[in-house]
């Protein structure tokens, strides 16, 4: 079989390198993949956002099966436009790829059926949005509607930091038209979990479950990132809260998409909060998360080509999907500076990996036979072992062993985990 899969991440690495343990698969594209990914797939030089280019490259190649990995060709319609000319694909169709690309419809759709999640109000004038801050204080959460590469929310301690996050999204354009609209919500508190779910539209099979680091300092401090590091699984969810989490909002999600007319196929990414009232949803993506898929494919027991195949085909009840009940770790390397402002070009030396630790490249590129930092998040370290101790320490381990001059890590991904552990 020939596969197509879009995306040049981490994340699309770990897909890759999946999907290449099926023995039925002969050649893996990627577009546009990155310079390490180009060790495990043939890199095509089309952009994830280029729906005709990638649509005609599928036509010309004869692809027999396309996974599409990151929320923005998935909100512009990529798996509608693959399936029109015949290849099946992993993931959610435009419509249904609404539930991430519009927080407002999301918000609006937990509203509607019951599903737990932190009281709202949605704006598109900017002064109802500033009276209702007024009116309700801090701390108070301010989200950009659209898509905005993870860093369209304010969590605003104070009024007038709300007040400017408003000011900034729908004045000063920061987000463009993502920031037209805003939600803005009740502050929750709790341990964040990140459940992935393969589902079909009539089965939902949650995944081991992870734990995201978003913020770019040790302490949970600095501005929000893409996710600086994940663990998995994640000792907050309990077989009690996976239990309620199934009951209150997996199923009643799938449902309320099928209602809607919106039927869900693909990865369904809940963003949970695990607060004193119950878990609640903070947010839906319709994708693999990045750096969660790092942590939880290499837990991943079952072939990920037959799982996803079965959601595409609707089969989902009847495939087994297995996970290991070891733990993992990826600790991410990323360009000093990120996210704000930092340099790429620097020459990478990876270390040998061997059973239980993979080396998933973000963002990189080869140039003469050398491979180069290319963006933010440039490598995840990646470790499996028994313990959630030992993973980290196997993922540090691996990071130490980097060559990257101008690379950082957070040096305390999981300890928020294993204080937990511990009680
Ligand atoms: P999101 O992009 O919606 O996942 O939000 C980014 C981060 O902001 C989340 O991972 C949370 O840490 C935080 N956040 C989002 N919504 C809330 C909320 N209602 N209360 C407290 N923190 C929130
Ligand atoms: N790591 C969070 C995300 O993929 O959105």
Redesign the pocket.
């Known amino acids: 079989m020939k596969i197509l899969v879009v995306g040049g991440g981490g994340r699309e690495h770990a897909i890759i390198k999946a999907i290449k343990k099926n023995p039925d698969v002969e050649k893996i594209y990627a577009l546009p993949g990155n310079g390490g990914i180009a060790a495990d797939a043939v890199c095509v030089n089309v952009g994830a956002t280029d729906i005709v280019g990638i649509v005609d490259f599928a036509a010309k190649n004869a692809i027999d099966y396309a996974v599409v990995a990151p929320d923005d060709p998935l909100a512009l319609g990529c798996v509608d436009e693959l399936e029109a000319i015949g290849i099946p694909c992993f993931g959610p169709s435009r419509d249904a790829a609404v539930i991430e690309a519009s927080k407002a419809f999301a918000k609006s759709l937990m509203k509607k059926y019951g599903i737990p999640t932190a009281r709202f109000e949605t704006f598109t004038n900017m002064d109802r949005a500033l009276e209702y801050i007024d009116k309700v204080g801090a701390p108070i959460v301010v989200k950009a509607d659209g898509l905005a590469l993870?860093k369209g929310v304010t969590v605003a301690m104070s009024v007038e930091e709300a007040r400017a996050a408003v000011r900034d999204m729908m004045e000063g354009g920061k987000f463009g038209a993502s920031g037209a609209t805003v939600v803005i919500e009740e502050y929750l508190e709790g341990p964040e979990v990140?459940v992935l779910s393969f589902t079909d539209g009539n089965t939902v099979v949650p995944m081991v479950s992870s734990m995201?680091h978003?913020r770019a300092g040790d302490g949970d401090v600095g501005p929000n990132t893409?996710?600086m590091g994940t663990i998995a699984p994640n000792p907050f969810y309990t077989p009690e809260v996976a239990e309620r989490c199934m009951r209150e909002i997996f199923l009643p999600t799938i449902k309320a998409m099928n209602a809607e007319g919106r039927t869900f196929r693909g990865c369904l990414?809940f963003?949970l909060m695990i607060t004193k009232d119950g878990p609640k949803v903070i947010e839906y993506?319709c994708r693999f998360?990045?750096?969660?898929t790092q942590v939880v494919l290499p837990l991943l027991k079952s072939d990920l080509l037959t799982v996803m195949r079965a959601v595409t085909d609707g089969k989902l009840s009847e495939t087994k999907v297995e996970f290991s009940d070891k733990s993992a770790c990826c600790v991410v390397l990323a360009s000093r500076g990120y996210p704000v402002k930092y340099q790429s070009g620097f020459e990478l030396g990876l270390p040998r990996t061997g059973e239980g630790r993979e080396i998933y490249v973000a963002g990189a590129e080869l140039r003469d036979g050398k491979l180069l930092s290319h963006g933010g998040r440039v490598l995840g370290c990646v470790a499996v072992e028994d313990d959630l101790e030992d993973a980290i320490a196997g993922a540090y381990e691996l990071a130490d062993q980097v060559r990257f001059e101008n690379g950082f890590c957070r040096r305390d991904i999981g300890q928020r985990a294993i204080k937990a552990l511990k009680g």
Request: proline fraction near 8%.
């Open positions: 993870g990140s995201d978003k893409g996710g990414y963003g993506n998360g990045d750096p969660e």
